[in-house]
């Protein structure tokens, strides 16, 4: 590719605390494990988060750790990365979805109390493309039907939402730090939560089912090995002193496209957020309704011929057919969801893009939408 999706934001203090780390014999479970968590947790605005391997361990942890199994539902957004709805089905609960608000792209509240049922345990709301769901009502919801929220904030570690950071909301949240994320650890999560027990337990489930402080060989539960070695968490403490120098490079970034794009009248660019600040993850531009499914995919392929690289963010989860056998959901189920999929266009993304690039990116999207006619 000429122009990246993405692209991580690598400087020399990241490679030195790497190397730094590859010099001592703590190579995994060593000290910038414990501090990567403390400094996560105070950015998040959380007493305890306990770092793992992705962004997917960490709301599997979650689930598992708040004791969601067979019979029990879990209602959640299919507008997001597979990752946040499987998190139920590895614990054989069951994901009920909820249709989205096209504005924002997150799970539409007005229709949540709609679905919940006396199966339902808990809502796991996304942050989807970095923008915080409605937690202040989805909070409301949850505490009226004695329900616990989790909070997918996978794409949206630095975000707040009515002066509280993305994350902190509910019985616990998740980060990732894969390298197309506002920081990466080159693969990574975080569980953040204010609940020590939670804590304690997803520890014990990230290390083998270990107990803490226990010996190497006595393992108290199932556990699993979701362990970030101290290389990955030191590259962590570097990329999160930078966080917010990462985020304002971002939104100038943003804020060139939407001009760029401005009085393009069939191409929608990405809703204003007033609720606080705005950590964004990937610029997603949605296409006009009059526009197909396919029409949206010949312009990917256009950009992707010219260099350009972009992605349909997202695919349905309701969709992927392995729901369809295991859930029954098919097309038609979200139709908010489905007339939103089909449009949208994740365009080249992060830090350091040149202007030069994003004019390029914006020309060659209008030849694309101009042979369409
Ligand atoms: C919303 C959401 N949830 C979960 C995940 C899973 O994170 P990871 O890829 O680190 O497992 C991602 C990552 O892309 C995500 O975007």
Not at 126 to 154: M, Q, T, W, Y
Not at 339 to 357: D, K, Q
Request: glycine content about 8%; overall charge neutral.
């Amino acid at each position: 590719m000429r122009i990246n999706l993405s692209s991580p934001d690598i400087d020399q203090s990241d490679i030195d605390a790497v190397v730094a780390v590859l010099k001592t014999p703590t190579l995994s479970l060593g000290p910038k494990l414990p501090e990567f968590e403390e400094k996560l947790a105070a950015v998040a605005g959380v007493k305890h988060a306990v770092a793992v391997n992705s962004g997917t361990s960490a709301l599997h942890c979650i689930i598992r750790g708040l004791g969601f199994g067979p019979g029990d539902e879990v209602i959640t957004t299919p507008f997001s990365f597979v990752a946040s709805a499987n998190c139920i089905l590895f614990e054989q609960a069951r994901p009920v979805f909820v249709d989205i608000d096209p504005l924002d792209y997150n799970i539409d509240v007005a229709r949540l109390e709609a679905a919940i049922t006396p199966r339902t345990k808990a809502i796991l709301a996304v942050d989807v493309f970095g923008r915080p769901a409605r937690l202040d009502l989805i909070e409301k919801i949850a505490a009226r039907h004695n329900l616990r929220l989790i909070e997918d904030s996978c794409e949206a570690l630095g975000s707040t939402y009515q002066g509280r950071p993305a994350g902190s909301f509910g019985s616990a949240g998740a980060f990732a730090f894969y390298p197309n994320k506002q920081m990466t650890t080159g693969e990574g999560g975080m569980v953040v939560t204010n609940d020590a027990a939670l804590a304690d337990l997803c520890r014990s489930y990230r290390n083998q089912g270990r107990g803490s402080g226990g010996a190497w060989l006595a393992h108290e539960r199932l556990g699993y090995n979701f362990r970030l070695s101290d290389i990955n968490c030191a590259l962590g403490i570097t990329q999160l002193a930078r966080l917010d120098e990462f985020i304002a490079k971002r939104a100038a970034v943003a804020a060139r496209y939407d001009r760029l794009l401005a009085g393009q009248s069939d191409v929608f660019t990405p809703a204003p957020y007033a609720a606080g600040r705005l950590s964004w993850f990937v610029y997603v531009i949605r296409l006009a309704d009059r526009f197909t499914q396919a029409d949206r995919d010949t312009v990917l392929e256009h950009l992707r011929q010219k260099g350009i690289g972009c992605n349909n963010y997202f695919s349905p989860i309701h969709l992927q057919p392995f729901y369809g056998e295991l859930l029954g959901t098919k097309e038609g189920d979200f139709p908010v969801t489905e007339r939103v999929a089909a449009r949208t266009i994740a365009l080249p993304f992060y830090n350091n893009l040149p202007e030069s690039a994003q004019q390029d990116v914006v020309a060659e999207l209008r030849a694309a939408l101009a042979r369409r006619g």
